[in-house]
């Protein structure tokens, strides 16, 4: 376990085979310098490494987006009622301060979801 806080990733791990980014932004660029030749960087936010930084590095970078699937989601819920699955709330905001949350969504140190509390 890294703790990002008070040491860098570039600092801790070197010649890793994949790098799956959850964080995004500037941490792309940092992170492929981890990266053995022939490795496989994938995102989950916003921000893959440079073209030319992947090709100099000899690795492949890609955006992982997922599509909606209403059965999927309905399973999901099922799980949910059943307590099989909790899903993580970092935090409930009311719709009013929805800039407050994109903020701090953006800050890009979320553990969890953040909902908005929409109003009837």
Known sequence: MVDYQTAGL????????VVFDTVGGPNAAR???????????VTI???LPADE???AAGITARNLLVRPDAGMLVEIAR???????T???????P???????HIHG????VCGKLVLNCPD
Request: negative net charge; hydrophobic residues 35%.
């Open 10 to 17: 570039e600092h801790c791990a070197a010649q890793v085979d």
């Open 31 to 41: 992170l492929v310098t981890t990266m053995k030749c022939g490795g496989r960087f």
């Open 45 to 47: 936010a916003r921000g």
């Open 53 to 55: 930084q992947a090709a």
């Open 79 to 85: 799980r949910v009622d059943e307590g099989f699955l």
């Open 87 to 93: 899903p993580q709330i970092e935090k409930v905001y």
């Open 95 to 101: 719709f009013s301060e929805t800039r407050s949350a």
């Open 106 to 109: 953006e800050a890009g140190h």
